[in-house]
Structures are given as C-alpha cells and as structure tokens.
C-alpha cells in the first residue's frame, strides 16, 4: 500500500526526532521558555526580517487561526474570508466560537480576487446600516490555498492596498507555506509575505514536522497585548514548549524547511506528470504539492486497493475527483509503484 | 547544575522517543483516527474498565479542563472549583472564555472538602434568588491537588454522595495523576477513581510525555454528543495525532505508566528524607512528586547556584519556601549531589 | 412633515398608554412575574393552542434571536439563515457573539427556498468532513421578510418536512407578523405557524407596542431549560417586566393587534395604489406593510422635503429606491397628503 | 395591603407617563436617534459634566454592566469585585457569558476596602505566574450597594488613586444611584462620581423610571470604539429608543430625579424611625432607602398578612430578617398604615 492521501499521515522528518533524542535529558524551562524555543524563533526571525519576539511557536493550524484573528481583532469586528476558506468551512466554527463572524467573499481558484475584496469594501462603507452590522477588521487567505493554488505577487500588492485603504489587517495562513514557496509556478518569496501582510504563519504539521505552527507578526505593533496569556486563555499553551521549539529550530537550520519542501515539489511535479501522461484529466489545476485528477470510477475502485487517495468530491455519476499529496516522505519508489498501477 | 524545579523540565522517557522512530514511516490516518490511538485507548480503557470509546487523547491540561467544562455543562452552568483549583487561579480565564463561570469553595490542604461543598449546595438551593444566579453543574477537583495533597477514598465517596444528591457531576483533574496512584500514602486506586467519578484525565505531559492527556468518561453517557467536533471548534485537534497516540501506546504497555511515576515517587520519598535529615523545616506537607520546603534567604541563595528549584512564596523577611519536584529523569545522583549541597 | 419611514417611529397605540396610567399605582412582583404578564400570556397561549408556560415577553427582536439560537442549539451547533436573514446581515454579530454560527443559503425574495434547504442539507449530510463542520440545528426564517415577502401555507409545509427529516429546529422571527397574518395575500394563520414551527415571536415594537416580543415555544419540551435564569444572563430580564406584560395584555383584549395591523395594511393597499396610479415603478413587490418604489431622482429629492421615506438603495444613476411603510399611526390624511404632493 | 417590598413594584412616576402621551404622535427616528434621547444626554452631560456623546440610555442594569464591562476591558482582563457584587453573585454568569472573570475581594458592608483592593494588587503584581492569570482591568463597585451602603468621599479618593496606580478603571454601579446622592449621611455628589469613576450609571428603572438607565463615560476617551454597534451586538438597542429617551428627559427636567429620590429618602428615614422606634431590631445599618429589620418570626408571620416585604434571611430559628424599601410611590399613608400595624 502506498499513501498519497494526505501531507500530514507520517511522522517527522528523521533530522527532528534526532535531535529530540540528543537534547531529551536537558531540563529546560517550560511554557516556551527554553532555549530551542528561542533559538528556532531567532532563526526564523533571521529568515523573515523580524525581531525574534514578533515569532510565536504554536501546536495546531485552527489554533493559530482562531488565536491570531480572536486577539487581533476588536470584538466587534469580524474577519474576510473566501467561501472555501478554512475558517469558514472546516474549523467547526473555531472562529465564531470567540465571538467573531466570519464574513465571506466568493472564491475564485480558492481565492480572493482584489476586485471582490474592493467591491465588497464598497458596499459596506457606503452602507446606511453598517453601524448595525459587524465591522470587517481583517483579512484572511491561504497560500497555498485549500486547493492548492497561490497567489501571484500583483495579486498580493492589490490586497495589501485594499487592506491599507480600509485599515483591514492581512492575515496569511500559511498551513502549507513551504510548499507554496517551494513552487516552480510562484512569484512570492518569504520576505514578499512578510512586507505586504500583517501577520501569517509557517506550517509545520504539513511540511514535516509532528506538531508545529509558527506565527509571525510582520511588525512589532502587530504583535498583540499579552498574548502569552491569550494562549494560556485559549488551552494552547504547551508545557514542554521545547517539543515545538526543537523542531523548528531543526527545520530552520541550513535550510531543512525549504529542503524537505523543495523535495516535495518535486515529487509533485513527477506525480502530475504521470497523471497526465497517463491521460488522467486534471480535476483542478495546481501549482503546489496537492494534485487533483478526476478518476474513472472503475479506475478509482482498482486502485484504491493499492493507493490511499483522498475521495475529492463526485462530479458525475461515473467519475470521482481524488487528491493525491506528496511531502517529505514520498519517494521516487512511490511514484514509480504507482505509474504501474496507472 | 542539577534541576529539581518541576516535573516537565525534560523531555520523554526513552521509550517514548524509540517508538517515535520505530513508527516514523508508518503512514497513518489524521485526526486521532491511526492505529497508534486505537490501540492506545483501548490498553487504557482496559486498565480503566470503560470501552475505547470513552477515551479521548488531547494535548494539554488547561485545554482538556476547558473542553471538558464546557462541553459537559449547559451555557447556564458552572463549576465548583476550590479557590487554589487551577481552572480558578491559573488558567488565564479559560473557563469564563467558555462563558463559564468558575464558582468557589475555600480550599482546605488545596482540596475541597465534603462538608464545605455540602454546606455550599445547600445555602444554593434555599436561596430565594437562585434563579438569578449561575446553576452550579459540576465539581472540579485535581489529584494530586495544586499543593501535591491527595483525597483519600472517604472523602472521594462522599463528594460523590453529594454530587449524586445535587445532580452535579464529578470531575478529577490528574495531570500528575501517575504521581498520586504510586503515593506510598494513598488508598484511592485508578478503578476507585473510575468509579466514582464521571470524567477524569491521566496527565501525560507531567508523568514522561512529551505532550498529551488522556481524558476517559467513566460512563458512556458522559461522552458529550460530537464531541470530536467540539475539540476541533476549540482548536485543540492534532492532525497528527498520532503523536500522542503514540505516546500513551507506550505509557500503557507493560505498566510502563506506573514504572515511572513509581521511580518518581522513591525519588520523592529520598528527596524528603534529605530534606528532613538537613533539619529544614516543611513549608507544606506533601504525599507525591512535589516537597515544600522552607530555606533561609541565605541558604536559598547559595543553593540556587546549583539547584534549580521554584520560588513557591516568601512568608517572612527572612524565609523563601521552595517546591522540589521529581519526575522520570530524576537520579540517586541528582539526589546525592543536592545532599551534598545542603 | 408626514412619515413613511418605518412603522418603529411613533409611540404605542392609545389602548396602551390609557392601560399603563390605570395600572400606574398598582405594585407588582418584579422580573415577568406580575399579573398583568401573567394575564397576557393567557391570552397569547389561548390564542396559539399552547400552554402560558411556553409563552415569555421579551423586549427587542434581535435579543430574541439571540436568546432563542443561543439557548435551543447546542454550542456546536449553527443556524441556517437566508443571506438576507436579519440574524446575518444587520445584528452586528449578535448570533457570533454567542458562539454559534450562522450558516447561509441563497435568499431568494428574502426567503428560502426549501428546495435549496433540502440541496443544502444533502451536501451536508454527505460531505466527509462533515464532523470538521458546524453541524446545523435550526433554520431561521422571518415571516413577512426583510423584504416584506411570506411564505405560502405550501412553502411552509415544506419546510417543515425538511426540518423533520434531518432533526432541525424551525424558527420564525415575526417581528412584523401582525401585518403578515393580515396581509389580503397570505394564506397562513397563526395556528398554522404553531403547528409548523417549533418556536416563533409575535412582533409588539413595529405593530404598536413601546417595546415587547411575545415569544412562543409550539411544544413545551421546546422550551429551553432554566430560561428564565438565560434572560438574566443575556442582560434581558426587566425589573418592571410588566412594561411589556401590560402592553401584550392590552394587544391582545378584543382583537387589538389584529385590529392595528388590519389598520396599517388596509393603508399599505392604498398607499400601493396610489403609487401605482401615479405611475412610479415597484422596486419590490411586497403584500405587507412595507412598499418598495423606484423614484427619478429629481422626484425623491423633491418629495424628500415633505415626506420622510428610508433609503433602500441606487439602482442605477438616475433613480432612487425607497421604502415607504404603515403603521397603526398612519392616516387617511397621510395618504391625502403623499398623493397630493406625487 | 400596603406594599414596602422592592422599589421596582409600581409604574412610573406620573410626569413620566403625561409626557409619554404628549408626545406619542411625534413621529422619530428609531435607535436611540430621536430628539428626546438627544434631549435628555444633554440634560445629564449638562449635570454631569461631560459631553452628550459620553451619555448612553439603556434598558435595564445587569445589560449595562454586561455592556460596559465586556467592551471597556480587552479579552484577558477581568472585574474585580465584592464578593456581594451584584456582578459575581445575581447575574447568573452575564458577565463570564461574554469571556470575562469576575475577581472578587471580600466584602465589608457591601463595600470593597481600599486597603483590600490595594492588597489585591499588590499580590497580583508580585505574583511570578501572573501572565498565566486574568489580568485586573476594572474594579466595579455599586453605590448604594446591595446593602445599601454608601462609599465615603474619602473612600471613593483611594480607590481613585489605587486604580491610577495599577492602571485600572473604575466603575460605579448606580442602579439605585438617586438615593445615595438623596442620602441625609452622604458626602458625595455626582459631579465627585464623575470625577472620580472611568465610568457610571445613573438608575432609572427603580427611581421612578419604566425602564432605562443612563450610562456616562466620565472622559471622552473612555466611551469605547463602536459602542453603538457593540449595543446592538448584544441585543440591547430598542428600535423605539425614545422609549427610554422620553423617560430621562422628564427625569432631569427641572430636578425630578432629585425630587424622587429625596421623597423616598425623606419616606425611608420616617419608617427607619418608626421601626426604631417600635423597638425592633437593625439588622444592617443602611443610610439609603432600603432598611434591614430583624423580626420575631410571629411578628413576621402576622405582619405579612398586610405588608408586602422582602425576605432578607433567616439569621436564626425564631428571627427572620427583612428589607422594606420605600420608593417615588411610598406615601405618609403608606407609613401610618405600617405603624399601625406593628
């Protein structure tokens, strides 16, 4: 059986659990507190052009979403996102668990266009009724998006404007960001992400690390009051900090994190080359580690028995859209075991 | 340097991390579905006497005291905590985050008594305005307590009767649950507490984990309904969760669990022997892995060179008392070089 | 100066006031628990074929909505609304800040349709990720809409039997429903919306009260436990909560809240015909109080300087959409007076 | 039967209900925007000493304290107040409903001690877990309080400059505010109040008021952003805002409210002279105008056949204790007729 289903379905990348081993018996301070912590955020601090406390380790993506949108916004205020996105669609309501709406744009390609968000921003500012209605303080994307598309650098300048015309902050989540920047297709390097939005976070979880998200404020101003306690408020304040703090300080040592993403990618490219070799239609186009190819129902019950796939959705009566993944532990075996059972 | 300054200071036990890498390629299902968790929750619900199903695997403490407040009580319920309870003093509001109002009895020895919770139901429900007032709902106790006391079986027997009497339920804190079963001064066993409790937790992250709590409802009644879709709304759901299913695989096979809290508590039981031994006086009497003890200014000085301990408080101008604590990395030689120290 | 604006812009009907100066001196318990509340939810449950039990008085619409979600769903659950719903669009968060959300579905003449409930509940039902979701549990119509449209006895039905089907609650704000109930178009009685709803307000603020919402729970197993002491905890309990007791008392002797809207709509054909007569296009139809017309912009500011109309919006260059509405303070000589001035 | 129960149990003063159908006609804008409304904030700022923008007219006290509390604080911050606060202990959880703790301090006649709060803080501030604490933001105090005592000028100065030290604001509770200032034993005037509180109430709904109490931001910077929009969030704008508008215009025309209030207080020191002078027994001390009488359970019993009273508690087997209130109703008769019948 080999597993394209999902980015997050082995463990760590060998060099992590390495190092856990060889720091196991230092007694460090906990709540993150410790010196792999503190290192990791310096590194990564190194890397985005920010002040090593504008950096935040935290466990999960939902978490990070719901921590950074419930302590930045007002509580009057709600946040902007696409119909597809994340925080309105698969978190159970996480955000709306805080007290804050989340007010959608129709997506396009699992985006927002800068037309959508100006027009949207239009129509509330010269509505007669908007002191009755939640105020849009933020704005929220994914790149990669939850179909695995990017935005271009212009389309990033457009929103940046936006946001700055109408005081929004711009939040980035970045669950699968290694990916997106790891990506022959994209224009946006880290340091674009880190001038034009207001906040955004590196997955870890998704690109090789067991647990781990980390959060960067682009500005010191960003980073809000007390948010140490905030995540204590929230339950998501880990004890042994150091379980997050070694991993990235691992992955942001010589370049791990761009390594094992650059990795990836190019066992993507492999994988959509031989669906389309294959004659496979495309189900969606995407430019990052997720590929999305539309399966003749007979085709997607043979292979099922060989593969793990992720069941997409069922466009028509004979045919089901699957997704297939790469990360860090999809080999060239992998690939080749399945070019033979295409 | 010698540290003695809490129980997550280190990392995991050794066995913990082997199996890490032994499982590391193994590619498994998301969300706590792998069979890591599966064979985890059953080995503890074995031990327990409640089905897989009652048994859920969540990150940490505060997040588990959350989630289980406030899925287990109606929006207009409270819960009665004693005033030195974690959920009252430490838990940045996480409770009250929930809409929850945490309700207090005075703490005796860090624990609630019978009588005082008695006497506080029964002024609750002849109070002519108690529609007015918070419904208390549940009964939150921890044990080990926060100043490392432990309820003997009497006293868990009749905070149950008046639980039962007033219909609240009963829910048991045990982060350093490991702690209190190994007590050499304990007669309250897991089934004890299995029996008269309607949710408790067996602390990971303190008891040799890297991370993790293991939540069991002791009826199945007691499982909230989509209760999995509540973690996930609290942004509390590892997608890896693997990580800890991982971890309580190994901490329940071949007793694991109780080994190390069993080594932790030898190592208390020296530590206080030394302690006592130098004639330093006990700031508080404690049965587990936590000892108090007061120091002069002087020697609390001088000893924090080379000890790392946690300033507990300072009663006097010329006194600090401090909290030592054990835990699965602990050694005759920690224990030997703090004697020589003293 | 005469007043179309809205039908909240004068005071109460004389019944009213006459009825607050002979009960003036009487003193009464406090918190809804007077005999004048007392009498009125008599005559409500008499009136709806329920219990005085399942009847409470409340003081605005949008507390209500709030009170009602918040208290019949579960915290993991969400409310379905029309796009157009007023708990989505202009109760600036009020169902968020509760902690549920409100899911939406296509308003189709500010109504939804049940074949779009039903597709809507299909997708959901099917969808893989469903336990990452919101589940819904209850669907929010309003009855006259905020476009001043109802449902049909047959929609109605409709609805219902969708609601049944997959356990959902049904919810109708009749902030308006007076004029609803007495529209020359409708076909739906109030027994009917206490048969086919499990929870519905009669709207006392926009059809001749002070202030006062008489909510309606259809079954008695609807009513939410400890509702009561949820008013208090909303901030919504009155101390004097006969100010609205008395009013419901008055509203409903004789047939008064019939008579006022029976009134205000016999105004609204009129005032359509005449705008008809004069040739103005309707913007949107509406068979109750509210009439929507498309005004030359040269007319609208004209008529502004005698006239008070809302606003709706700008259709294009030249032309103004307004609401005009009736209440039962409006006259014949308003009608004189608008055609007049036409 | 004569009734002394409560000072919320007959309508409204009769300058309130004259006004009420003078202006009934008038057709206004809804919200809170109409000219009454406007009137009467000009009235109180005039009174006060504040702008009219920094008045707000709401419906009932718990709802202000929700509003106030929950928008002036950030999420992390918490209330302190006295254990008897009306907040911590007859809100049925208002103020934890919207994410907030309440932190008490032990109460002293009602009051909270400068000397305790000033202790509070300095423990908290010294405490080395405090970040993992509710952090104080506000101290809520009520003048009258629940017993009906009343702070000093000096008291209310030291409370002042302890919240100026730690950087807390400062709220005074007013739902019976006209009778502390009524009071024949006070030193404080509003124009103190306003000086030395962030922010107040001024109490309608039990000094002669239907409903309604006037909120004032003591400083421009105070009133929070959207306030407006935050009312309407949590379901507390009356569409009908003259309603309450109507009422405080009366209130501050001409020294009503004062003469309300000194009627009932010059009717509460006649009946605490009749009681003394009937030889029964204080069993609080108040200077406002509820009293506090210990009764032998016979004369209890007897008297309640003719006296509508409040049962306080029962102190022992053979006394009952009870609150007897006067109010804008009381009357001389009311007094002879109680008299009579002790």
Known sequence: MISFECDYLTGAHPA??????????????????????????????????????????????????????????????????????????????????????????????GKIRPEDLEAYMKTFTSDGNKDHMVQPGMVYISHPTEYGTLYGLQELKALRRICDEYGLYLYLDGARLGYGLASPDTDVSIRDIKDLTDVFYIGGTKCGALIGEALVFTKPENVPKYFFTSIKKHGDLLAKGRLVGIQFDVLFTDGLYSDICAHAMEMAVKLEKILKDKGLAIFRESPTNQKFVLLEDEVYERLSKDVKMSFWEKPDENHTAVRLATCWSTTEEDLKALEALL
Do not use: W
Request: hydrophobic share 40%.
């Open 16 to 109: 992590i659990l390495k190092r856990l081993m060889e720091t196991n018996l230092a007694a460090e301070s906990g709540y993150g507190e410790d010196e792999f912590s503190l290192s990791a955020k310096q590194k990564i601090a190194a890397l985005c052009g920010t002040a090593p406390e504008q950096v935040f380790l935290l466990a999960g993506g939902t978490q990070t979403n719901q921590l950074v949108i419930s302590t930045m916004l007002t509580h009057y205020e709600g946040v902007i996102a696409a119909t597809t996105g994340h925080v309105e669609s698969h978190e159970a309501g996480a955000i709306e668990f805080t007290g804050h709406k989340v007010l959608t744009v129709e997506e396009h390609d």
